[in-house]
C-alpha cells in the first residue's frame, strides 16, 4: 500500500481566513513533504519533516505554518493568504531520508483557491 | 546543484503509436532517477525508478525508461499509447545523499484517437 490521503481535496478561502489542510500515510513512512504546484509547472518543495522534526524550510512566507503531530499526520496551517498562494498543495511521503533507495509517494493534492 | 531538462514540453501522439519522452540531468555528483505521471486534476503517481543494477527499467504499464550515464539521459518510453495515457510527465533527479527531488518542467502527453 503506497496511499497518502489528503483533505480537503478542494478549498476556498478570503485572505482574511484561517484553514488547515491534512495530510495522512500509514506506511510506516518518517520523512513527510509539503509541496505548492501552480498550473503547468512542476511542485515545488515547501517543507520537509524528517522523523516529526522540520528538517527544510524553503524559505516559506510565515503564513504557511506546518505542523506534524506525529509520525502519520501532517498539518499545513493557512493564515492570511494572499491570490498568488492559489494552486494544488501536494503532501507526500518516504521512508527515510537518509536511505539511498528513498522515494516519495504523493497524495491526490487540495486545490486551493485564495479570493 | 542539480537540474533536469524535460525537452518537450508538449508531446501530441495518436493512439497505438509510439512515444517517446526526453529526460537530460546535470550533477556533479551520482543521482536517481524517477518518472512521476499526474493524471487531470490529480497528484503525482510514481511511474518507475532508477536506483541501481539495470539501467533499463520497466513499469507495470508498458513504459520503460533507460539510463544513460554517459548521455546523462533517463528517457522514457511506451511502444504504444493509450487514451488512458494522456497526462503531464515529470522527469526528477535525487542526489545519492539527500531527499529532495528535483523536478524537470514536464511534459504533456496528448494521445489523439
Known amino acids: 500500500d503506497t496511499e497518502v490521503t489528503q483533505t480537503p481535496k478542494h478549498l476556498v478561502m478570503g485572505m482574511t481566513n484561517k484553514k488547515s489542510l491534512k495530510c495522512e500515510q500509514h506506511?510506516?513512512?518518517?520523512?513527510m513533504y509539503w509541496y505548492k504546484q501552480k498550473a503547468k509547472k512542476p511542485p515545488e518543495l515547501m517543507f520537509v519533516?524528517?522523523?516529526?522534526?522540520?528538517?527544510i524550510n524553503e524559505s516559506v512566507p510565515s503564513r504557511f505554518s506546518p505542523e506534524c503531530p506525529n509520525s502519520s499526520l501532517l498539518n499545513l496551517h493557512l493564515h492570511a493568504l494572499q491570490p498568488e498562494d492559489s494552486a494544488l498543495y501536494l503532501c507526500?511521503?518516504?521512508?527515510?531520508?537518509?536511505?539511498?533507495?528513498?522515494?516519495?509517494?504523493f497524495g491526490p493534492g487540495t486545490r486551493l483557491t485564495v479570493l | 546543484a542539480q537540474s533536469v531538462t524535460q525537452l518537450d514540453s508538449q508531446v501530441p501522439v495518436f493512439e497505438e503509436a509510439p512515444v517517446e519522452l526526453r529526460c537530460n540531468y546535470s550533477?556533479?555528483?551520482?543521482?536517481?532517477l524517477f518518472w512521476y505521471v499526474q493524471y487531470p486534476n490529480q497528484g503525482l503517481q510514481l511511474l518507475l525508478k532508477?536506483?541501481?543494477?539495470?539501467?533499463l527499467v520497466k513499469s507495470i504499464n508498458g513504459f520503460e525508461a533507460e539510463f544513460n550515464k554517459s548521455q546523462t539521459s533517463f528517457h522514457l518510453r511506451k511502444p504504444s499509447v493509450h487514451i488512458s495515457d494522456t497526462a503531464e510527465y515529470f522527469c526528477?533527479?535525487?542526489?545519492?545523499?539527500?531527499?529532495?527531488?528535483?523536478f524537470g518542467g514536464g511534459t504533456r502527453v496528448l494521445v489523439k484517437p
Open positions: 506506511m510506516g513512512h518518517r520523512a
Open positions: 526528477a533527479v535525487r542526489k545519492a545523499a539527500g531527499n529532495k527531488l528535483t
Open positions: 519533516y524528517s522523523y516529526e522534526k522540520l528538517s
Open positions: 550533477s556533479s555528483v551520482s543521482v536517481y
Open positions: 532508477y536506483l541501481s543494477g539495470s539501467t
Open positions: 507526500a511521503s518516504s521512508q527515510d531520508r537518509t536511505t539511498s533507495t528513498d522515494t516519495q509517494y
